[in-house]
């Protein structure tokens, strides 16, 4: 027992030690600091000495010894007047008169308990009397409570610039006092000073000096501590776990004395009662939001944590997926977990310009008619950005607006947020009333404003992806029925030219027979046109096959010789990849262009080979050729014609066409020479050898 008391005052010792340098290298840092603490900093000076020797004395004495409390006393004093001085920083030395009697009163106290003390030592009575330790005591808790008092008065009633210096000694003063409070508290109830807590008091010195040393740095005032809301939410409810649990443990002993018979009976209906009302917490959403209103009321400057909540926006808008809720739906919780609202609707404007309902989140049973609101009623939300607070408006403390009778008559509807993108209204977001009801106020008006300007530029983007979407299509469909028309005005061209010559040729029999092969073979084209367009879909590829490359020039070539001088030249067996319909169109299209090119008489030529990977079909005019910046930038644009009356996209299909099949359409031009179209596709051998391989 005694090797442990002996342990305990060593480490006791220097903990006191330690307690005195760290005040020590205080006093210097506050010293070179000048203009730091004003005309305090001398008094802070002489108070952080006078802390030292007190740690010293009762480090070498010990803390019960009686120069040790003769040294405290000399302290309490020290820093008593320092927090006078501190009250000249920002000059209210004047108006804190009725505090002088204060600072008198706790100055004679301290005097008269440091007397006794050195009275009752000189006279060698003894201190262990428990009348006169509590009494000497008691003196101690007056001053130490008075201090603490002077403390606040001087923090609370300075200026917002001053608090930033006044803070730190201040917190030093706190640090002192505040575990010297319980120290002799502890010391009062039991009747003896507790060691444990008075070895700590040389530590807590020390943590006080290093907090009047970072006041006394450059930088000091620009030092902020600001927790999170989660640390500080979590922080108060441990806090209130363990004030719950000191106060179960607390009112439990004191029934303990109420006697055997009622005591555990008091217990068990305590902690039932306490259980009851603990649950009721939990279990209580009302209750739960008031308790979160009133602690971000109190504790924080502002009651949203905005990088919370735009992290949580950005998180709700952003999530996208298969199992994401659409964006209408993602509009309406953004806004809704602002103000922690269950439910809400999202309004849309329609083709009138009239609000209809867009889509409902947690709100099923809503009844909203048709046209939610008229144009009307839309005009302060539009011209003004409104937000309007539902309640104030059924009680005619708001703006008059003319709600329809479903808004008013539901009471569940709390608030209505625009969202405006560049002057024009998006939608309206209307938000169910919270759990706990509270006026919406300057704080939720501009967030849930710049809320709903974002969230309008969603809509805006969203309906304009829709719009480019929908245009792509029809702009997908009237290609093709360009194309169609183009191959109608060929195939127009080709039975006005059989009908002017039949009038002259009518009685030869070959040209009947040609006559009939033509008409069949417009027929046949005119009935693909129709395939073409009964199957259309945008993005759709039809399948190919293995064909005779020659023999579709052939054909094509066949349709053309008996009006224009057409030659085909074969270089042997050219079996390609393909769809006979599109490669016919292409050399339809391209034979077509050169004859139009080629002056009266000129030969076309058609010639069909193959090299080691592709099947070559070229087409070969003598016309008067291209320059390269029309090869560039006009040959293959749609709807750029230089003949009279054309369309401008032959050329540009016979492209697509062969690309769809997998091959590519070259083309070689001199002015003045003519110009060669070359169709490569993939030839069918080489494709089988890659699939064995």
Same mark, same amino acid.
Request: aromatic letters at 8%; charged letters at 20%; proline letters at 4%.
């Given at each position: 027992?005694?090797?442990?008391?002996?342990?305990?005052?060593?480490?006791?010792?220097?903990?006191?030690?330690?307690?005195?340098?760290?005040?020590?290298?205080?006093?210097?840092?506050?010293?070179?600091?000048?203009?730091?603490?004003?005309?305090?900093?001398?008094?802070?000076?002489?108070?952080?000495?006078?802390?030292?020797?007190?740690?010293?004395?009762?480090?070498?004495?010990?803390?019960?010894?009686?120069?040790?409390?003769?040294?405290?006393?000399?302290?309490?004093?020290?820093?008593?007047?320092?927090?006078?001085?501190?009250?000249?920083?920002?000059?209210?030395?004047?108006?804190?008169?009725?505090?002088?009697?204060?600072?008198? #009163?706790?100055?004679?106290?301290?005097?008269?308990?440091?007397?006794?003390?050195?009275?009752?030592?000189?006279?060698?009575?003894?201190?262990?009397?428990?009348?006169?330790?509590?009494?000497?005591?008691?003196?101690?808790?007056?001053?130490?409570?008075?201090?603490?008092?002077?403390?606040?008065?001087?923090?609370?009633?300075?200026?917002?610039?001053?608090?930033?210096?006044?803070?730190?000694?201040?917190?030093?003063?706190?640090?002192?006092?505040?575990?010297?409070?319980?120290?002799?508290?502890?010391?009062?109830?039991?009747?003896?000073?507790?060691?444990?807590?008075?070895?700590?008091?040389?530590?807590?010195?020390?943590?006080?000096?290093?907090?009047?040393?970072?006041?006394?740095?450059?930088?000091?005032?620009?030092?902020?501590?600001?927790?999170?809301?989660?640390?500080?939410?979590?922080?108060?409810?441990?806090?209130?776990?363990?004030?719950?649990?000191?106060?179960?443990?607390?009112?439990?002993?004191?029934?303990?004395?109420?006697?055997?018979?009622?005591?555990?009976?008091?217990?068990?209906?305590?902690?039932?009662?306490?259980?009851?009302?603990?649950?009721?917490?939990?279990?209580?959403?009302? $209750?739960?939001?008031?308790?979160?209103?009133?602690?971000?009321?109190?504790?924080?400057?502002?009651?949203?944590?905005?990088?919370?909540?735009?992290?949580?926006?950005?998180?709700?808008?952003?999530?996208?997926?298969?199992?994401?809720?659409?964006?209408?739906?993602?509009?309406?919780?953004?806004?809704?977990?602002?103000?922690?609202?269950?439910?809400?609707?999202?309004?849309?404007?329609?083709?009138?310009? #009239?609000?209809?309902?867009?889509?409902?989140?947690?709100?099923?049973?809503?009844?909203?008619?048709?046209?939610?609101?008229?144009?009307?009623?839309?005009?302060?939300?539009?011209?003004?950005?409104?937000?309007?607070?539902?309640?104030?408006?059924?009680?005619?403390?708001?703006?008059?607006?003319?709600?329809?009778?479903?808004?008013?008559?539901?009471?569940?509807?709390?608030?209505?947020?625009?969202?405006?993108?560049?002057?024009?209204?998006?939608?309206?977001?209307?938000?169910?009333?919270?759990?706990?009801?509270?006026?919406?106020?300057?704080?939720?008006?501009?967030?849930?404003?710049?809320?709903?300007?974002?969230?309008?530029?969603?809509?805006?983007?969203?309906?304009?992806?829709?719009?480019?979407?929908?245009?792509?299509?029809?702009?997908?469909?009237?290609?093709?029925?360009?194309?169609?028309?183009?191959?109608?005005?060929?195939?127009?061209?080709?039975?006005?030219?059989?009908?002017?010559?039949?009038?002259?040729?009518?009685?030869?029999?070959?040209?009947?027979?040609?006559?009939?092969?033509?008409?069949?073979?417009?027929?046949?084209?005119?009935?693909?046109?129709?395939?073409?367009?009964?199957?259309?879909?945008?993005?759709?590829?039809?399948?190919?096959?293995?064909?005779?490359?020659?023999?579709?020039?052939?054909?094509?070539?066949?349709?053309?010789?008996?009006?224009?001088?057409?030659? $085909?030249?074969?270089?042997?067996?050219?079996?390609?990849?393909?769809?006979?319909?599109?490669?016919?169109?292409?050399?339809?299209?391209?034979?077509?262009?050169?004859?139009?090119?080629?002056?009266?008489?000129?030969?076309?030529?058609?010639?069909?080979?193959?090299?080691?990977?592709?099947?070559?079909?070229?087409?070969?005019?003598?016309?008067?050729?291209?320059?390269?910046?029309?090869?560039?930038?006009?040959?293959?644009?749609?709807?750029?014609?230089?003949?009279?009356?054309?369309?401008?996209?032959?050329?540009?299909?016979?492209?697509?066409?062969?690309?769809?099949?997998?091959?590519?359409?070259?083309?070689?031009?001199?002015?003045?020479?003519?110009?060669?179209?070359?169709?490569?596709?993939?030839?069918?051998?080489?494709?089988?050898?890659?699939?064995?391989?």
């Amino acid at each position: 027992m005694s090797m442990s008391v002996s342990l305990l005052g060593a480490i006791e010792a220097i903990l006191w030690f330690t307690g005195a340098l760290a005040c020590i290298a205080t006093l210097v840092l506050v010293h070179r600091s000048r203009g730091r603490f004003g005309s305090a900093r001398i008094a802070l000076c002489a108070a952080l000495g006078v802390t030292a020797i007190w740690l010293i004395t009762g480090a070498v004495k010990g803390a019960e010894a009686g120069a040790t409390g003769a040294a405290e006393g000399l302290r309490n004093l020290a820093w008593i007047f320092a927090l006078f001085r501190l009250f000249a920083i920002d000059g209210r030395l004047d108006s804190v008169r009725p505090v002088r009697p204060l600072l008198a #009163a706790l100055a004679f106290v301290e005097l008269l308990q440091s007397g006794s003390l050195v009275a009752l030592n000189l006279s060698g009575s003894a201190l262990a009397q428990d009348s006169v330790f509590r009494s000497l005591v008691s003196l101690r808790l007056l001053v130490l409570v008075g201090g603490l008092v002077l403390v606040h008065n001087l923090y609370a009633g300075a200026a917002q610039q001053a608090r930033l210096a006044i803070r730190w000694p201040a917190l030093t003063a706190t640090l002192l006092w505040g575990l010297d409070l319980n120290h002799y508290a502890i010391a009062f109830l039991t009747g003896d000073a507790p060691q444990v807590i008075s070895a700590l008091r040389g530590i807590s010195a020390a943590v006080a000096a290093g907090l009047l040393a970072i006041g006394a740095t450059a930088k000091s005032e620009t030092l902020r501590f600001q927790p999170s809301r989660s640390v500080t939410f979590q922080s108060i409810s441990l806090l209130l776990i363990g004030g719950y649990l000191s106060l179960m443990v607390a009112v439990s002993q004191w029934l303990s004395f109420v006697g055997e018979g009622y005591g555990r009976l008091l217990q068990v209906a305590f902690v039932a009662a306490v259980g009851t009302a603990g649950t009721f917490v939990a279990l209580s959403p009302r $209750l739960r939001a008031w308790l979160r209103v009133t602690l971000v009321k109190h504790l924080f400057r502002h009651r949203y944590d905005y990088r919370a909540e735009w992290l949580r926006f950005t998180s709700t808008i952003g999530h996208v997926g298969p199992e994401s809720a659409p964006l209408n739906e993602r509009v309406i919780r953004a806004v809704s977990d602002i103000t922690d609202s269950p439910a809400g609707l999202l309004l849309v404007p329609g083709d009138t310009g #009239a609000l209809h309902l867009a889509a409902q989140w947690n709100w099923v049973e809503a009844e909203v008619p048709s046209t939610a609101m008229d144009q009307i009623a839309l005009q302060p939300f539009e011209r003004e950005g409104f937000i309007a607070d539902l309640d104030a408006e059924r009680r005619g403390a708001g703006a008059g607006l003319l709600l329809p009778e479903w808004l008013a008559s539901d009471h569940r509807a709390w608030a209505l947020v625009p969202l405006l993108h560049f002057g024009r209204l998006e939608g309206i977001v209307v938000l169910a009333r919270p759990a706990h009801v509270r006026s919406l106020d300057w704080e939720d008006f501009d967030l849930l404003g710049v809320v709903g300007r974002q969230l309008a530029s969603y809509l805006a983007e969203h309906a304009g992806q829709a719009a480019l979407a929908e245009a792509a299509r029809f702009d997908e469909f009237h290609r093709r029925i360009a194309f169609v028309m183009h191959d109608i005005k060929n195939l127009a061209s080709q039975l006005g030219l059989l009908a002017r010559n039949a009038e002259r040729h009518a009685d030869n029999p070959e040209f009947r027979a040609d006559m009939l092969l033509t008409l069949r073979n417009s027929t046949d084209k005119l009935n693909g046109l129709v395939a073409r367009l009964s199957r259309y879909r945008p993005g759709s590829v039809e399948p190919t096959a293995p064909l005779a490359a020659e023999e579709v020039a052939r054909s094509v070539v066949s349709q053309f010789q008996l009006h224009h001088r057409l030659d $085909l030249v074969e270089h042997g067996r050219c079996e390609v990849l393909a769809s006979a319909e599109k490669l016919e169109q292409v050399l339809l299209h391209l034979v077509q262009n050169a004859l139009d090119a080629c002056p009266g008489g000129t030969p076309v030529v058609v010639a069909v080979g193959s090299d080691d990977t592709h099947g070559r079909i070229e087409v070969i005019d003598s016309g008067p050729g291209m320059s390269p910046s029309f090869i560039r930038s006009r040959l293959f644009r749609p709807f750029d014609s230089t003949k009279a009356g054309g369309f401008g996209i032959g050329a540009y299909e016979a492209r697509e066409l062969v690309r769809t099949m997998g091959g590519a359409l070259e083309v070689d031009s001199k002015e003045g020479l003519g110009s060669r179209f070359t169709v490569l596709l993939p030839l069918a051998q080489r494709t089988r050898e890659a699939m064995v391989a």
